[in-house]
């Protein structure tokens, strides 16, 4: 299922495709099982530890995966929109990720999993992107977004990404067609 866009990046800030500007007003939900207000004033950041996606290389929890779609759906049915925000993790892999280059092993199966999480809520119209963590681009940055908006963008192109302003000098290398994808927050 093909989903066309709802939102576009004009100059790092986010719009509707209609035009009309978005205020990033950014709610960190990280629970998945937290009643959310119904308040649409708000982008929800839904902080996502790796391992309860992957909890072990290349193995998937689809328990967690239906449950964050289902999440998403309600958000959906509420006119409410998201992010998804896969964070590497303090363990070992997180540690692997800040510290290892685009080439590296672990920056390819960080992107797997996000790239899996994506497809497991292909259908929710809820997600706006997928936010950028800042230990993934802290070194290689430029080059390891390339490979992870390439690889989301070939079955998700409706999506846009966030990133904190702090890693932007990080991403400097990136070519514009890779840089206007990203929504700067403060």
Known sequence: MKLEPLFEVK???LFTV?????ELNLKAINDIKTEIPSDKNFIYNIVIERTAVETEP???NEEYLASLRDFLKKLEEDGMFAILNIVPGNDKGGILIKENGADS???AAYIACINHTARRVKDCVSVVGIWIDSDFAAVDGADKVMLLEDELLKKHAQ???FASDKIRGALSGLSDEYMQKIVFAG
């Open 105 to 107: 092993e672990e920056a």
């Open 159 to 161: 999506y846009v990404f």
């Open 11 to 13: 100059q790092n800030e």
């Open 18 to 22: 209609q035009g009309t500007k978005v």
């Open 58 to 60: 290349e193995c998937y």
